[in-house]
């Protein structure tokens, strides 16, 4: 193939250029062709530090260091096979596969760069990062060109497109910018390659360290200071595309014509967020593509936080794969074997090692970076009084004191721990979330799991992309259908924005934020937060009449006073009692949960006094509550939404109650049905019913008469009168929830009753189960001083860290 010639002053310029950069550069890409400067490895400073202890190992982790302090841990070990990459390995065969074109979308911190790196260690490939910085791998040529974009954008005398079409001045920049990038880049790739020994198994990964690290020995970025060189010539686009063309067929006769090349684009969300055109959807993200796409030479894969991806499924547009599974600590033995990799062999089987990885697994689960970060300051600290130190950690990120730190430790100590953990962005919900009602409602719906069902974690399964983007989820699987919510570095910072910073009531119910949702959320959370609010209502104090609104005139059994029960049946489960049920919520401590959302509950040999029966149920809530005489009534719950954008209409109110009565309240399941749940499967085929599920109301309870079913309803944050419903001739009662009373109960519950139900859920259960009633704790760490007065005491528990 011929190269493509200039046709005019202007490209015959470039060309010169070109050549000019390439023959100064000669040498240098041939000693990083085959040399492969290494990145200069971090160590940890001696300062302060009179115990040089742990130096060796720590020099001969060889961990890359990005800027003059900060230890890499994106770039360690690269390609180097562990029993912790067999799954990362998976990942990179499913999003380098030659000709499908992919975006991985996942949080802030997740390992996406991580899983790109990787990959390019092992293939020949482009690495674009549309986000740069003093401490973030990569050249700055894409993001120098996406600056001039966002300029040409702001100038005064810039075309408006009305239509979100570019118009053909802003089309033709635009086209130009984004042609020089990838000639820059090509350009040097070729260059790079006929230098390089082609055979030498270790030429890929010099390559992608030169594309991190383009500066090293030059003092300058040698991509983007070619980039800006290309950009200074008014070459033709005829031209500019030629000498792509010419550069991707010298590629190819290197390479050969069958070697995957793959361009990744890492944070890709940026130059998606960046519109170039009026309300339409022309992105800097899309335009790049169409203008990189049409050269027809590489696979593309595209990294970063989540975004509309809609146009990349249009008709006619080029087809990409979404992938979401890039991986996060939630398997104890995983991250266990993650941090001893970084621990010396004398510390690797202590005692205090053990309970250190314990208490790491229960904090810090998660996102890869949460346990990084104090992997470095570990590191930093040369492994002294690791206890310490992580309960440092765990006061800045997650904001509160955690119960099983050191009960002794030197105050000073901790005082210089404070400041070395304090250099990483913790997470602050409050930038974004109020924002943005429909996130608030997904943060409530998972943080009254943790409160009513006592949950670890919880699964999304609606609109994941809106928690993962505000930063309180992860995608938990390849699709992108299931998020997970599970981590204390981001739950209790969430909690307290929740329930702390707007108060209780805004925090339980939420009337602002329920007014102003114009459909109703994927997974509501109000009869969630009304678990909680029941527990308080039913304690014995009050009239049902109080709780639930009935049609007047009022029943009898309506005026007594009642009480929340838990039903359980006799050994030979031919009679039934009702059992009162206490909890010192919110006054004390209670870590059972409350809630369950298995069918077992229709057995009545659960321990929740709540059922959570929307999966299997046309009410959302069941329980029992027990009057003042004795009877027992069973409580079907249904709640609806209702403000001035939904609406709740009294024909449809009328109808859910209709299906509430005791032989249509239950779903059929049929052996076609998809259950998801396993406890559910697990639950249904013990229920008594067998076909399907029913309320037990054959069954005697001892003390009461025949039970009835009071079908409740409510609306909020607009209420219905129940009088505003026709009257129907069912045996069983109908009423409304006082959603007003409920709210005004929530008003009543304390900061710290809430944190630590949280934390029993997060923290508490997870370690039973890790390690049973065995302590994480270490009595006495660091130098203890003399003095009372300068020795900490951390045996106060759950204390929230004020800001």
Known sequence: MQAFSP??????????????????????????????????????????????????????????CLNASRASFLLHDLNVTTPDTTPQRSRLKEIFQTGQHTIIINGAGTGKTRLLFEGLSTRWGLYLPCVSGPSAPGSLDLNTGLLQLSSLSARKDAPKAQTGDLDSRSAGILRRIFTQILLSRLTLFELYLRHAPLDDPNVRMRWLRFQLFPSAKLCYDMFDDFFRAISEHDASMEYLEGRIRDAIFGIRSLLGHDEPIYCVVDDAQRAHLQSLAGPGPTTALRQMLLVWESFDAMTFVLAGQPFDCSHFHNSGATPYRVWTDTGFFDGDEEQRRYVRRYLPPDLQSTQSTEKLLDRICLWLRGRYRITTYFIYCLLTTRFQNPHTLLTSYVRMYAGIQPEDGPIHTDYRLRSEYNRLVSGYSRYDPS????????????????????????????????????????????????????????????????????????????????TSVASALQDPPHEPPLHLASITLLLLALKGDRKLCDIFALAEPFPEWAQQTCKL???????????????????????????????????????????????????????????????????????????????????????????????????????????????????????????????????????????????????????????????????????????????????????????????????????????????????????????????????????????????
């Open 431 to 510: 930038q974004t979330l109020p924002r943005d009602v429909y996130a608030w409602s997904s943060a409530q719906m998972a943080l009254h799991r943790l409160i009513a069902l006592g949950q670890g974690s919880v699964i999304f399964t609606g609109d994941c992309s809106r928690p993962v983007s505000h930063r309180f989820a992860m995608f938990a699987n390849s699709d992108g259908s299931e998020a997970i919510f599970c981590e204390p570095c981001i739950i209790f910072p969430l909690a307290r924005l929740v329930f702390h910073r707007w108060g209780p009531s805004y925090g339980y119910l939420c």
């Open 565 to 803: 029960v838990r039903l359980s049946r006799s050994e030979e489960a031919n009679t039934i009692h009702a059992v009162p049920y206490e909890t010192p919520f919110p006054g004390g401590r209670d870590q059972d949960p409350w809630a369950t959302e298995s069918p077992s509950w229709l057995r009545h040999d659960a321990t929740e006094p709540f059922f959570v029966a929307s999966e299997c149920s046309r009410a959302d809530l069941l329980f029992a509550v027990q009057l003042a005489d004795g009877d027992v009534l069973f409580v079907a719950l249904k709640i609806m939404l209702k403000n001035k954008h939904v609406d709740a209409p009294i024909e449809n109110i009328e109808l859910r109650l209709a299906n509430m009565e005791p032989d249509r309240l239950f779903q059929v399941w049929s052996q076609s049905a998809r259950i998801d749940n396993e406890d559910m499967l697990n639950s249904l085929s013990q229920v008594p019913t067998g076909a399907g599920l029913s309320l037990d109301l054959q069954t005697p309870i001892v003390g009461s008469g025949e039970p009835r079913v009071l079908r409740a309803f409510a609306t909020f944050p607009d209420a219905t009168d129940i009088g505003s419903l026709q009257q129907d001739t069912s045996s069983q009662p109908r009423a409304a929830l006082k959603m007003d009373a409920l709210q005004k109960l929530s008003e009543d519950i304390p900061w710290d009753a809430t944190l630590r139900r949280i934390y029993s859920a997060l923290i508490d259960r997870r370690k039973q189960l890790m390690v049973g009633d065995e302590s994480v704790r270490v009595d006495v760490e660091g130098t203890i001083a003399d003095t009372e007065s300068e020795v900490s005491d951390d045996s106060d528990e759950g204390q929230e860290v004020a800001e």
């Open 7 to 64: 046709q005019s002053p202007a490209d015959d310029a470039l060309g010169r250029e070109s050549k000019a950069f390439s023959s100064n550069h000669q040498q240098i890409l041939r000693d990083r062709a085959r040399n492969g400067r290494r990145s200069r490895l971090w160590t940890a400073s001696l300062e302060g530090n009179d115990q040089p202890e742990y130096e060796d190992f720590i020099a001969n982790l060889q961990i890359p």
